[in-house]
C-alpha cells in the first residue's frame, strides 16, 4: 500500500522556524518527483515546492521562495520542508505528494501548521 | 505564471444527472512537443486529501470510475460527471504541470440538488 506520512507541523509564531518531514513507503520513492503542496483553513489548494527524483532540481512558487527549503533523502526515504521567517499566511494543511513526472497521483494526509502569536 | 480560471464556483446537479466543471488557463497547455494538455483533475472529499482522476486533460487515473471525463486542448477545459452519485459530493480542482510554479484552479463545489 502506498503511504506518505507528513509529521512536523505545529504552532509557531511569526518569524519562526519549522521543519516539515514525510516518510514514503509502498513504492519505489527514489523514483518520484516529491511536492509540497498547502491549503490555508477553508480555502483551496496551492503548490509550494518539489525536488526531482535525484534533487538536482527544486522549484518554488514566489511567496515562499528564499523562505522555505525543501530536500529529500533517498536513502531515509524522506521529504522535508525547512520553513524560515514563518507568516501568518503560511498556516495551513501541508500536504506531502509525489508522482511520475509534475502529475501528482499519491498524496499524505498532511500536517497542519499554524503560525501565530 | 499561469492563472487556472474555474467555473463556476458551485453547482447543484440532481441524482443522475451530468454536472460540468469548466477550467480556463490563462495560456496554452499543449506541448507541441508530444501533442499532451499539461491539465490534471482532482477531487477532494471533506478531511481528505485531494485524489487525482484526471491527467493530460482526458486520462482517466487508474480506478476512477468511468462516469469521470476529461476533454478539451489548449486553454481551455471540462470535467464531466456523467450520472452524478452521492459519492461524488465534493470539491473539484484542475491543475496546470505545464511550467513552474504549478497552479490550481479556485475550485468548484458539487452539491446534490
Known amino acids: 500500500e502506498v503511504q506518505l506520512v507528513e509529521s512536523g507541523g505545529g504552532l509557531v509564531q511569526p518569524g519562526g522556524s519549522l521543519r516539515l518531514s514525510c516518510v514514503g513507503s509502498?513504492?519505489?520513492?527514489?523514483?518520484?518527483?516529491m511536492n509540497w503542496v498547502r491549503q490555508a483553513p477553508g480555502k483551496g489548494l496551492e503548490w509550494v515546492a518539489n525536488?526531482?527524483?535525484?534533487?538536482?532540481?527544486?522549484y518554488y512558487v514566489d511567496s515562499v521562495r528564499g523562505r522555505f527549503s525543501i530536500s529529500r533523502d533517498n536513502a531515509e526515504n524522506s521529504l522535508h520542508l525547512q520553513m524560515d521567517s514563518l507568516r501568518v499566511e503560511d498556516t495551513a494543511v501541508y500536504y506531502c505528494?509525489?508522482?511520475?513526472?509534475?502529475?501528482?497521483?499519491?498524496w499524505g494526509q498532511g500536517t497542519l501548521v499554524t503560525v501565530s502569536s | 505564471d499561469i492563472v487556472m480560471t474555474q467555473s463556476p464556483d458551485s453547482l447543484a446537479v440532481s441524482l443522475g444527472e451530468r454536472a460540468t466543471v469548466n477550467c480556463k488557463s490563462s495560456q496554452s497547455l499543449l506541448s507541441r512537443s508530444n501533442n499532451k494538455n499539461y491539465l490534471a483533475w482532482f477531487q477532494q472529499k471533506p478531511r481528505q486529501p485531494p485524489k487525482l482522476l484526471i491527467y493530460?486533460?482526458?486520462t482517466r487515473e487508474s480506478g476512477v470510475p468511468d462516469r469521470f471525463s476529461g476533454s478539451g486542448s489548449g486553454t481551455d477545459f471540462t470535467l464531466t460527471i456523467s450520472g452524478l452519485q452521492a459519492e461524488d459530493v465534493a470539491v473539484y480542482y484542475c491543475?496546470?504541470?505545464?511550467?513552474?510554479?504549478?497552479?490550481f484552479g479556485g475550485g468548484t463545489k458539487v452539491e446534490i440538488k
Open positions: 525536488i526531482k527524483q535525484d534533487g538536482s532540481e527544486k
Open positions: 493530460w486533460a482526458s
Open positions: 505528494a509525489g508522482g511520475s513526472g509534475w502529475v501528482i497521483d499519491r
Open positions: 491543475q496546470q504541470y505545464y511550467s513552474a510554479p504549478i497552479t
Open positions: 509502498g513504492f519505489t520513492f527514489s523514483g518520484y518527483w
